[in-house]
């Protein structure tokens, strides 16, 4: 078949008319704007009357264009050639450097039909044409379609510059998707979590996109499975967290406002589709089915232990945004990717949206190193006889199709067939020969390099170098050697060592690759050191000194933004240059309560690195219950090393962070917390609304949390200092922090005059009250405004209210009453008196004697 369609596409081209047709043609051109200022660009589009008869999608003839340029100064200038699109028409950018009126004219030089430059399509075959009435659109080869001109179309150039569409401001407070297309600028802040390798930047892994919260605020919480303590009969006891030898997976994929995550804890029956606003249910797939066992025996006696069965099929393993582009479609797809099918090497695609199931993929080449691709897809490179080969699941589908039975991609079209199982043995995008080369893939840069290489040895003698080399990945020079060079590894153990024999995995590990910052490291858990080599040199360029030694059980590392950052069970944060190897800062866990914690600092897991923060949190691998209280959410800022805020927790797995929130789950008590920026809510209001001059009002007001869950909607706003104690009290049954400080009100006033008033500042309470009084200084009627501007936990709010101040009342004036009449009490009257005072005295003394009692 190949063959064939090979043969069809060189052949030459045969007319169908005797002679052959001389078809006219119409050209036009048209500028945007019609009036720009210098320097600034504009668009000229270009086309023809006829879309070009045997375009074919990809392939078949094109129309070529010139455009003729004539300048204020009478100077002449011709851009092209352009070779059209399928459906005739194209497109340039031009840029004029004068004041004055240009003037355009497109030119197509006419053009025989031969297939050329696309040549024709593999199925041998035409679909579509302009010419409807055609019913072969073979038979316009060989025919000359005539040249043809434009109009003139004339552009005004001015000094003043056009003013750019005014750009909605990024978001500071609260805000959900879907992002309203129009708003461009806002791709700053968003951020999905894709899961696998969508989440490594350079160097750093895992990294979140887009904003991150720098404030302990909860926004909702929602149950995974039940959870916290049990029953009076059993004590502290909790219920099971998962977190011992079972597969278990906490929230794992964030896309467009969804959260996904499965089951795990046993037993495992499904995963739910969230809204990560919100935290309610959008949809649950039910993956039970034919229980199967873990391991090959019902009791695995290597392990020690009994496997747990479980369903582990069905569920998604990582999400994909495969961005499209082509003359036809443009713009995103959202993917979520089954790996766990029960099917060997098969792979099931699912509609994010939805979670219906879409298509499949057998024969997945999912080996070598992963790579998310700068188009969104998934990508395996792998060095293998020579030979380094690229796995593509786009490839799968697009242009790779059986033709005889469901057609093609080559249209330019992206279709994924529904109930279709696509052959991942066509899914390479690159295929090509490479020197023999020791090692293995150490970074891959999509389309411009592989570095790899080999560790070396220096366990006793002799020591044996190490080898790094680079392969070039730009287009058309892919596989060859760019460079290759040697070095000499740091000094291991000793071959004799019984450290080395029982622990090999704290001996010497090559870590990373770090083209980004030129170095590669090297570290060894044993002496708890770290030593950085220059990519360039090869040379050592720092080593560390030894690190805490509870590292001994586990010494992390991260890079994030020219940092090393390394952690462990010592609980200490320690951020070096990564090039110098200065210690720019340390940062130290907390001691929580006597007894607690075994641990001088409690033990960190960085987790994740986003927005200039560093997510770390307290682990276990098989943590007792109840679970130790030193366990908490960290975020540090990785500049300085301030801790911006903590929070309880006991993470069922790492955090995870899409759109500026951070989904946690907390083994506390099994719940799904959702921490970033609320929405608030600010009143203000003056109890009299009409007062004269020199009177003082008192100005009154609330300030809420309007986060969507209902636990916490209405309830005070609360200040970034105060956050961390208010959210243990609002959402982990806390002590209420009686000292706890509300947030900052502004208070001002526009007068009648429409001048400006500044009332004060005010800070409201904990129960979200404020109040201030204030005099207005002239008559009339007043605006009064109360400005919340927002903070790390809150976005701004505002309310107003109006008051009218009247004249001041005059001085009162004495009012002329007669003389009273004088008269003179007797005798009688004076003993009357004094015996109703004598009564009145015991009445009084009766009752306080009785409220004592």
């Known amino acids: ?125 035409y679909s579509g044409s302009a010419m409807a009435e055609a019913s072969n659109v073979t038979e316009f080869l060989g025919d000359y379609f005539l040249p043809s001109e434009s109009e003139a179309m004339t552009l005004t150039v001015q000094q003043e510059q056009l003013q750019p569409y005014q750009e909605t401001p990024l978001p500071t407070g609260y805000w959900t998707r879907p992002i309203y297309g129009a708003n461009r600028d806002w791709w700053k ?68 406002g969804k959260v996904y995550y499965r089951v795990s804890t046993p037993p495992r029956y499904g995963w739910y589709c969230i809204d990560l606003y919100s935290g309610e ?55 979520l990717w089954v790996t766990s099918t029960g099917k060997p090497g098969t792979w099931d695609m699912l509609d994010a949206f939805t979670g219906n199931y879409i298509c499949s993929f057998a024969n997945v080449s999912a080996s070598g190193t992963n790579v998310y691709g700068k188009d969104g897809s998934i990508l395996y490179y792998r060095i293998n006889n020579n030979r380094l080969t690229v796995w593509n699941t786009s490839e799968v589908i697009y242009n790779r199709w059986d033709w005889s039975t469901i057609g093609g991609n080559s249209y330019w079209m992206w279709r994924p067939y529904l109930n279709h199982t696509f052959d991942g043995n066509t899914g390479f995008s690159l295929n090509v020969s490479v020197p023999d080369l020791p090692g293995s893939i150490r970074a891959v840069r999509e389309g411009e390099f ?100 509870l590292n001994f059980y586990g010494m992390s590392r991260d890079i994030y933004d020219g940092k090393l950052f390394t952690y462990g069970y010592s609980g200490v944060l320690t951020c070096y240059n990564i090039q110098t190897g200065e210690i720019l800062w340390t940062w130290s866990a907390p001691y929580y309560g006597l007894n607690e914690t075994p641990y001088q600092h409690t033990p960190l897991s960085l987790n994740v690195m986003a927005d200039g923060k560093l997510y770390l949190t307290t682990n276990e ?56 920026k609320g929405p608030s809510a600010t009143t203000v209001a003056v109890k009299d609304d009409s007062v004269t001059k020199g009177e003082s009002i008192m100005i009154t007001g609330t300030v809420t949390d309007q986060t969507p869950d209902e636990n916490a909607k209405g309830t005070p706003a609360i200040s970034d200092e105060s956050m961390t104690a208010w959210m243990e009290y609002l959402w982990h049954q806390g002590i209420m922090p009686e000292d706890a400080k509300g947030v900052t009100v502004k208070l001002y006033a526009i007068d009648p005059n429409d001048n400006y008033q500044n009332i004060g500042e005010v800070t409201s ?89």
């Open 189 to 256: 802040v968003a951020g999905n979590w894709l899961g696998g390798a969508a989440q490594t930047y350079g160097p750093t892994n895992p990294f979140g996109y887009g904003s991150a919260p720098d404030s302990a605020h909860i926004l909702w919480s929602r149950p995974y499975w039940d959870g916290g303590l049990m029953d009076t009969r059993f004590g502290s006891t909790q219920y099971y967290t998962g977190r011992s030898y079972e597969s278990f997976s906490g929230p794992n994929i964030i896309l467009n």
């Open 621 to 676: 691998h098989s943590p007792d219950t109840p679970l130790r209280r030193d366990g908490r959410l960290y975020c540090i800022d990785a500049s300085s090393g301030e801790l911006l805020f903590d929070i309880l927790c006991w993470p069922g797995g790492s955090p995870i962070i899409a759109d500026g929130r951070l989904v946690i789950l907390d083994s506390f008590d099994n719940q799904i917390y959702c921490f970033g």
């Open 450 to 549: 592989i570095i790899g290489g080999t560790t070396g040895s220096s366990y006793g003698t002799p020591i044996e170098d190490g080898v790094m080399w680079a392969l070039s990945l730009k287009p058309g020079e892919e596989g060859t050697l760019l460079w290759s060079k040697t070095f000499t590894p740091p000094q291991g153990l000793s071959e004799n060592s019984l450290a080395h024999l029982q622990f090999s995995n704290r001996g010497l590990i090559m870590r990373d690759v770090d083209p980004e910052d030129g170095v590669f490291i090297f570290t060894m858990d044993m002496t708890r050191e770290t030593w950085v080599y220059s990519l360039d040199t090869m040379q050592l360029l720092w080593k560390s000194d030894p690190e805490p030694e």
């Open 281 to 335: 249910t959008i949809y649950f797939q039910n993956t039970t089915g034919t229980t199967e066992l873990a391991g090959p025996n019902v009791r695995n006696e290597l392990a020690g232990f009994d496997n747990s069965g479980g369903l582990n099929y069905g569920y998604p393993s990582f999400g994909q945004i495969y961005n499209y582009e082509s003359p036809n479609q443009h713009g995103g797809l959202p993917y």
């Open 1 to 125: 078949m190949l063959t064939i369609s090979a043969m069809l596409v060189s052949l030459p081209a045969v007319t169908a008319h005797d002679p052959a047709w001389q078809v006219p043609t119409w050209t036009y051109v048209s500028i945007s704007p019609e009036v720009v200022g210098v320097g600034q660009t504009v668009v000229v589009v270009f086309w023809q009357n006829l879309v070009p008869p045997t375009a074919n999608g990809a392939y078949g003839d094109r129309w070529d264009f010139y455009v003729d340029v004539t300048k204020p100064d009478n100077s002449e200038q011709t851009l092209g050639p352009y070779t059209s699109d399928p459906v005739g028409g194209g497109y340039t950018i031009y840029t004029p450097d004068q004041v004055g009126t240009y003037t355009f004219v497109a030119r197509f030089p006419g053009k025989i039909l031969d297939n050329s430059p696309g040549g024709m399509s593999p199925s041998g075959t």
């Open 765 to 853: 309470d904990i129960w979200g009250n404020y109040g201030k009084s204030w005099k207005p200084p002239v008559e009339g009627e007043y605006l009064i405004i109360a400005e919340f501007e927002g903070s790390a936990a809150y976005g701004d709010s505002s309310d107003s209210t109006y008051i009218t101040v009247g004249p001041a009342v005059s001085a009162a004036q004495p009012i002329e009453t007669e003389e009273p009449t004088a008269f003179a009490l007797g005798t009688t009257e004076l003993a009357i008196i004094a015996v109703a005072i004598i009564a009145a005295v015991g009445i009084v003394a009766f009752w306080m004697l009785r409220k004592r009692k």
